[in-house]
């Protein structure tokens, strides 16, 4: 018993060292750029690069890549959404080629980076909507056996004890490494990379 318990400590330990995304994207993101801020006046940003996730509302293929409506959710210190039914509003992403509709499908996780490109607005049930718009450079959509494992193994799991500063983003604790560029882990769970 106590060996086992030694095993799952030291997976997640191991799970703690990986990011979802690449230290290279993680590098051009700007950190200083809240998601709050940016929705408010997207067009201001133009140009930056930005680390965001949260939960997949729509997918649409189109002729210059496929377009991603994504709601914004807090990332943990592995770049992992949390407190998916909390958010400040939505966003757009535009990669550029094809991501099947089954696989990126409504509900599915997603952490990504992306180059603002501005505003869009777009009707959204009776109201007209601003999204900020990216292009994307990078994504990682989370397996749903990952997302299990995260929730079984991941140090956050056990509570304050274990990391009594909270939660913060990536720059908070130091950088924790990633998966990267095209491959990754596949369609079901990795990294692509974009513009």
Known sequence: MKRFFILVLALGLLSGCTYAI??????????????????????AYAGKVVLLGGVIVNLTNKQEGTLLEV????????????????????????????????IYRNGREVTLTGTVVGGKVQQLGEIQYLYPYLFVKEIHLFREEEL????????YFWGSWWYPWGWGYPWGGGYYGGHGGHGGRGHGGGGHGGH
């Open 22 to 43: 690449s230290r290279g994207s993680l590098k051009q993101a700007d950190k200083k750029v809240t998601f709050a801020a940016l929705l408010k006046d997207p067009n």
């Open 148 to 155: 299990a494992y995260y929730d079984q193994y991941n140090p």
């Open 71 to 102: 709601y914004e959710t807090a990332l943990d210190r592995e770049g992992k959404p949390v407190n998916t039914d909390v958010s400040e509003g939505r966003f757009l992403a535009l990669y550029p080629g094809f991501l099947d509709s089954v």
